[in-house]
């Protein structure tokens, strides 16, 4: 791990860590670079690692029996994958898809370590407390979308997710990659977008979206 890694390490984490635990994470973690794009755990897949960001996005996906993903949420730097926590609880193969929203630096930890550090750490314990509440709380956030807002609305707040991310209000992102997020076709998220910017919160132009309203 370098000065640079190091460094965002402790922005991230320094104020939940101990220094004794932070001193044993930079030992045991291993750095792994991601490109926008790229997946990073795959459905199916033995999980071996707990996965910290310490920077960029993920967004993690669910898929269905038919191979039809929807997205579930997004990760920002300083969060962890529960379906990587879960791994120290004995379920060891992951349930859904995480994928690079933007390029990522991950610190990948040893499940053997995070039973240790449980016992050891309060400031570890805290960590993986509040991490299962916060991804919990998201997950019924996407239930609550799904099953009582119109496509409408969750397209909406979906570019809105997007802008925080991305902290940019001009998204680069295609017609058919919204489709494949939010679980339906490409003709109808550019029949939404386009009721979206009749009502003057975004502008379309080719492979880029401008929000508006946020």
Same mark, same amino acid.
């Given at each position: 791990? #370098?000065?640079?890694?190091? %460094? @965002?390490?402790?922005?991230?984490?320094?104020?939940?860590?101990?220094?004794? $635990?932070?001193?044993?994470?930079?030992?045991?973690?291993?750095?792994? !670079?991601?490109?926008?794009?790229?997946?990073?755990?795959?459905?199916?897949?033995?999980?071996?690692?707990?996965? $910290?960001?310490? #920077?960029?996005?993920?967004?993690?996906?669910?898929?269905? !029996?038919?191979?039809?993903?929807?997205?579930?949420?997004?990760?920002?730097?300083?969060? %962890?994958?529960?379906?990587? @926590?879960?791994?120290?609880?004995?379920?060891? !193969?992951?349930?859904?898809?995480?994928?690079?929203?933007?390029?990522?630096?991950?610190?990948?930890?040893?499940?053997?370590?995070?039973?240790?550090?449980?016992?050891?750490?309060?400031?570890?314990?805290?960590?993986?407390?509040?991490?299962?509440?916060?991804?919990?709380?998201?997950?019924?956030?996407?239930?609550?979308?799904?099953?009582?807002?119109? @496509?409408?609305?969750?397209?909406?707040?979906?570019?809105?997710?997007?802008?925080?991310?991305?902290?940019?209000? %001009?998204?680069?992102?295609?017609?058919?990659?919204?489709?494949?997020? @939010?679980?339906?076709?490409?003709?109808?998220?550019?029949?939404? $977008?386009?009721?979206?910017?009749?009502?003057?919160?975004?502008?379309?132009?080719? #492979?880029?979206?401008?929000?508006?309203?946020?």
């Amino acid at each position: 791990m #370098n000065q640079r890694e190091r %460094t @965002l390490l402790e922005e991230n984490y320094g104020y939940l860590f101990e220094p004794e $635990l932070l001193n044993e994470i930079v030992e045991s973690g291993i750095i792994k !670079q991601k490109r926008q794009g790229d997946v990073i755990i795959e459905v199916g897949e033995e999980i071996r690692f707990m996965i $910290l960001l310490v #920077n960029g996005s993920i967004k993690i996906m669910r898929e269905d !029996q038919e191979g039809d993903e929807m997205l579930l949420f997004f990760l920002e730097k300083g969060d %962890t994958c529960t379906m990587s @926590l879960s791994g120290c609880l004995g379920k060891t !193969q992951s349930e859904i898809r995480a994928i690079a929203e933007q390029d990522a630096t991950l610190l990948m930890i040893p499940v053997q370590k995070m039973a240790e550090w449980m016992k050891q750490y309060t400031g570890w314990m805290n960590f993986v407390f509040t991490s299962y509440h916060e991804r919990l709380h998201e997950m019924l956030q996407s239930i609550d979308s799904l099953v009582f807002l119109n @496509l409408h609305e969750r397209l909406f707040n979906y570019l809105k997710d997007k802008v925080k991310l991305h902290h940019t209000t %001009t998204l680069s992102v295609k017609h058919h990659e919204i489709a494949k997020d @939010l679980h339906t076709s490409r003709v109808v998220i550019s029949r939404v $977008l386009k009721q979206l910017e009749k009502e003057g919160k975004i502008e379309l132009h080719r #492979n880029r979206i401008e929000v508006k309203e946020f």
